[in-house]
């Protein structure tokens, strides 16, 4: 999220956001979180994300069945699950 939002800020915004992020301090953190949300890079990340799970799991449609595929499956699930509460 934090590079969506720079690669969307303009110039000025981006060196400054650039500053936040190497100051490190929980304050600014927390700014920056804000304004990825707010400004919807946290969702295109997280649309991202859910787009790459969901080629992973077609990927493993060529394995066979098996207890390992399924697991593997099943962990594609839970983090597109987990994922998919920011995408909105």
């Known amino acids: 999220p ?3 939002l720079l690669q ?3 110039t000025g ?4 956001w650039t500053q936040t992020i190497l100051r490190g301090e929980d304050e600014d953190l927390a700014a ?11 969702a295109s990340a997280a649309q991202s994300g859910q787009e790459l799970i969901e080629d992973g799991l077609s990927r493993l449609e060529v394995l066979p069945d098996s ?5 593997m499956a ?6 597109d699950a987990m994922i998919g509460q920011f995408a909105e």
């Not at 915004?13 to 400054?16: N, S, V």
């Not at 920056?32 to 946290?42: I, W």
């Not at 207890?67 to 697991?71: I, N």
């Open 2 to 4: 934090i590079l969506n």
């Open 8 to 10: 969307a800020s303009e």
């Open 13 to 16: 915004q981006r060196e400054r």
């Open 32 to 42: 920056l979180g804000e304004a990825a949300r707010r400004t919807g890079a946290l």
């Open 67 to 71: 207890p390992y595929r399924e697991a």
């Open 74 to 79: 099943d962990v594609g699930r839970r983090l």
